[in-house]
């Protein structure tokens, strides 16, 4: 063992595929599936990952582990043929939120749409009156025993949203608890201003007015607590146009937060357009996009962030086009949009799922769509959602022995192990039915 090799202090031994979310580096391989599919993933066999400091240190062939890393003082997982995958990416939640909205759900049932919903005074309105009620208290305990279900299912970064306050003081509550989770280390958390998810009651007929408090007010306030990293706009039909959403993101912008927007959810009126032009890092939903709309982010830095889960739990089939988007050129992420209103849905592999069997993706695009493309999403491609040394040390070891289980089980919970930055954080042993 060289003298000077750093510190492991954890060893997994024994993995039998490890999905590391890069591209292989030799064509080829036994899957003539992958063909069609616009990512040819590195798939590694029987190798040994090491991780020290919160990072991962070393993912190789056993036989190269001691001269890489002095092993003496950690703790050694045997994989037994697992696979492992990065840690699992949620790049859109609206995961802060107080109440529940099953009695829309109900009315939705029976052919009552969002839209619909939303202009007889429910929706995110509604979603507002609850939380303005809640305390922080019951918010934290609420999202952590959400988070704690996320993380039982493979998410080790969350992007949380605000976005149901819609009043200075309100956003600042939203964003103080999601600043709370981050330190309290539970996942990684990134934390999202969107007092523009829609225009409160108390401002029902002055749009204008409360455009300019989101400007004028919440943004300086926001920045100045020093929480979020980015700014959102609800770009749609009946909340905010594509001329105030670039003056709320631009203004976010020169407050340091960086722009993302969800467009084209329901019409497409340039949201997305409006995206690649910012250079936002991305945009997000895109079920209704159009061929313009994957133009400008084929050209672009922009990631395409879809939510499959909002399609199914809006009770639609209108899926974004994602095949389109790739073969176009777009980055395209998968996320779950949970939130009390369009989607209830935690699960990434169940996303994956409906990607795959819904919009045409290959499970190697869904997979790097929740890890690698994912961490492009919250601009963090520089800390996690690859498994390559100098990365964070977040992985899953899954009760599974091929990445393309993932979709495959839908549903079945497949997760075996999480680690964050090198520490196990759930465990849950099953075995694996070969
Ligand atoms: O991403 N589209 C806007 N915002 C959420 C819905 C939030 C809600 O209905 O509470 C979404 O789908
Ligand atoms: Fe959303």
New binding site residues.
Partial sequence: MNPASPNAELVVTGIGQAFTGRPATTPGGDDPTLDRSTFRPELLSGVTLAAGGGRILYLGPEAGLERAVDTRAAETIEAEGRLVTPGLIDAHT?LVFAGRRHEEYALRCLGASYQEIAASGG??RA?TRAFREADLDTLLACSRLRLDALLALGTTTVEIKGGYGLATEQELKALTVAGTLAREGYQRVTATFLGA?AVPDDYQGRQDAYVDLVVEEMLPAVAEQGIARFCDV?CETGYFSVAESERILEAGRAHGLAPKI?SD?FEAIGGTELAARLGAVSAD?LTAVTDSGIRALAGSRTVGVL?PG?TIFLGKTDFAPARRMLEAGVAVALAT?F?????TFISLPLMTTLACSQMGLHPAEAVAGVTAVAARALGLEGETGRLEPGLAADLVLWEADDYRMIPYAAGHPLVNRVVIAGRTVYTQAKGICR
């Fill in positions: 609206h929706g995110i979603s998810h609800f969800h959810e939903h939510l909002t949009d939130n009390p209103g369009s989607s």
